[in-house]
């Protein structure tokens, strides 16, 4: 291999046979020393992602969930260096948005023999992201589940995290779509969306692409639990936009005040409390491996 190859992986998450099968294929297809680093935790990831882009690492495998990939990409955007993702975490939602398969030695061919693709990232306070950020209800969804519950149950830790968070009480918000006022009411969950597909594939935003320099987003004042069921519903047939309790558009950039600090995520890892979120595209801003025949 002429290029430089990296592999950042999260120590604590599992695909196939791990990583020593990993090193295995990688051998076999002639990359026999990769630049190799593991970490215990996915914020520790962007100072290896650093160091591997200043080594002149052109491919980065990186293995793990979104929030691992979300720490990678935040580093990568703007660089050229090829995004190579093995999707080794409980949630792989960029990974399944992209096409990319869930057996090692599948996905690194896909990584160094995929077609690039030129994607969006979004950008929200300061950080990239590659799916979905959000504030309110799903936040404290992620916030619950990543507690213990998701090592435990998986994917059925959010439900269960979704369900004991659905009584919580709206928030105020004042959302501007491209410096114009769009929205200013109750709210209980504010979705920024750079793909469109959810678990057991829901859609979020039925037209959401990653190359249209644009953003979804979408806000609910769904409060009772009759009318998040209702919502999930619409959701479930691809129609969320339809109910008379979400609204949704399309923005390059987006400023939100709310009335009281709220919890906030970005590709399924929690952020801190916040009163405001600006939010914007990044047209083009990452390179990404994609299997060959990906539409």
């Not at 600090?261 to 047209?283: I, M, T």
Request: with cysteine.
């Amino acid at each position: 291999m002429t290029s430089t190859i990296a592999v950042i992986a999260h120590a604590g998450k599992s695909m196939g046979g791990g990583l020593e099968e990993l090193r295995q294929v990688l051998e076999r297809t002639g990359v026999e020393d990769p630049l190799w680093s593991e970490v215990p935790k996915s914020k520790y990831a962007p100072e290896r992602v650093e160091k591997a882009l200043a080594e002149g690492a052109e491919t980065i495998f990186v293995w793990g969930g979104d929030g691992m990939v979300q720490r990678c990409v935040d580093v990568m955007a703007g660089s050229g260096a090829r995004l190579a993702i093995l999707p080794a975490g409980t949630a792989n939602l960029f990974a399944s948005n992209l096409g990319i398969p869930d057996d090692i030695a599948e996905a690194v061919h896909v990584g160094l023999n995929g077609r690039e693709r030129k994607l969006d990232l979004g950008k929200i306070n300061g950080e990239h992201f590659a799916v979905m950020a959000g504030a309110g209800l799903d936040a404290r969804m992620i916030r619950d589940a990543d507690a213990g519950p998701k090592d435990r149950y998986g994917r059925l830790a959010y439900i269960w995290a979704a369900s004991k968070n659905l009584r919580v009480e709206p928030f105020k918000a004042r959302i501007e779509v491209n410096g114009d006022l769009w929205y200013k009411d109750d709210a209980s969950c504010i979705l920024f969306g750079n793909v469109g597909a959810l678990f057991g594939g829901m859609e979020a935003f039925e037209s959401a692409s990653p190359e249209d320099g644009l953003l979804e987003v979408g806000v609910t004042n769904a409060a009772s639990v009759g009318q998040w069921a209702r919502t999930v519903a619409r959701t479930a047939i691809g129609s969320a936009a339809q109910s008379p309790l979400v609204q949704a558009t399309k923005a390059e950039r987006i400023d939100v005040e709310l009335d009281r600090k709220v919890l906030y995520e970005l590709d399924g890892g929690e952020r801190k409390e916040v009163k405001r979120l600006k939010v914007k595209v990044k047209p083009e801003a990452l390179t990404v491996s994609v299997p060959v025949d990906d539409a």
